[in-house]
């Protein structure tokens, strides 16, 4: 069966400091691949999705960057957090076609300092 | 552009039905969903439709389509206390099976249930 699995749960790290967050799925090959950020009380934005190892797309201008370098692994970096940084972010998964929606990781709250 | 919103809050009480909306702007959207979100978890699929359907019905969960109007709601039959979490409505333009099929999201309702 697949599975997705995210860490770390939580983060607290101070500005400045360089984030790597990561995500791997199990038991499906090629998948979509999306990185989201939920900030606190609002809804999901989608920062980064990948169709392929090293096949980034950014959605959005920021501080962040992503990068897929095997087939089932998709990791959120920051060279220098920000306070605006902090937020849970959740990584998902999908394969192409009609009515699968994503799948997605249990998250990870992320606390600037 | 593509836009989802939806209503921040919602409380009924325990046995009632629960009705969450939904309003989109991509009217090529093809797939909306209904997503569920626990506290400090990731977000669950709940319930999809497809865009020439009006109504799909999963147990004590019924989602109705409006494609004229585009409105999408939830209706969650006899709410319990399990049911408190905040609910996503989300739709999908499909592109084609090989491409990344984007999911825009709403903002999110947070039902409460009251005794």
């Known amino acids: 069966s697949q599975t997705i699995h995210q860490w770390p749960a939580t983060l607290v790290q101070p500005v400045g400091s360089p984030l790597s967050l990561e995500c791997t799925v199990e038991?499906?090959?090629?998948?979509?691949l999306y990185w989201y950020r939920q900030a606190a009380g609002r809804g999901l934005q989608l920062l980064f999705y990948s169709i392929g190892i090293d096949q980034i797309s950014s959605e959005v201008p920021q501080n962040l960057s992503a990068s897929r370098p095997q087939d089932r692994q998709f990791i959120l970096s920051s060279k220098k957090l920000l306070l605006s940084d902090s937020g849970f972010y959740l990584c998902?998964?999908?394969?192409?076609?009609?009515?699968?929606?994503?799948?997605f990781g249990s998250g990870t709250r992320l606390t600037v300092v | 552009g593509e836009d989802v919103e939806q209503s921040l809050f919602l409380s009924v009480r325990e046995g009632d039905s629960s009705v969450i909306n939904c309003t989109y702007t991509?009217?090529?959207?093809?797939?909306l969903y209904w997503y569920k979100q626990e506290p400090g978890a990731g977000l669950q699929l709940l319930t999809y439709i497809f865009s020439n359907m009006d109504m799909k019905q999963d147990q004590r969960l019924t989602v109705l389509l409006n494609k004229k109007d585009k409105h999408l709601s939830l209706r969650i039959a006899d709410t319990q206390t399990g049911d408190s979490a905040i609910y996503f409505c989300?739709?999908?333009?499909?592109?084609?099976?090989?491409?990344?099929?984007?999911?825009?999201f709403g903002s999110g309702t947070r039902l409460s249930i009251r005794p």
């Open positions: 989300a739709e999908t333009p499909y592109t084609g099976y090989s491409s990344a099929s984007k999911i825009i």
């Open positions: 998902a998964w999908s394969v192409g076609g009609p009515g699968g929606g994503y799948t």
């Open positions: 038991g499906t090959s090629n998948p979509n």
């Open positions: 991509d009217s090529s959207s093809t797939y």
